[in-house]
């Protein structure tokens, strides 16, 4: 019973830090204003993992990869 509780309150975290990525990314694809209250509520969310993931992952063609 508590193992699928935790089961399913991991896949809901899981899944709304996917949707907040996906969204990042999608930001950065129809170049919406990082000014926009919106947009900078998702790219603070989502920056404690793209950050790192820019040393590794390089961006190429105009194309933020690490989002």
């Known amino acids: 019973m508590i193992g ?11 899944t709304l830090i996917g949707a907040v990525l996906l969204a990042r990314a999608w930001l950065h694809a129809v170049k919406l204003h990082p000014f926009n ?24 063609g105009g194309t933020d990869w690490a989002s």
């Not at 209250?37 to 190429?60: E, F, K």
């Open 37 to 60: 209250p919106i947009s900078q509520a998702i790219i603070q969310a989502t920056n404690w993992l793209v950050t790192p993931l820019r040393r590794v992952v390089p961006t190429g």
């Open 4 to 14: 699928e509780i935790l089961r399913f309150v991991l896949d809901i975290v899981f």
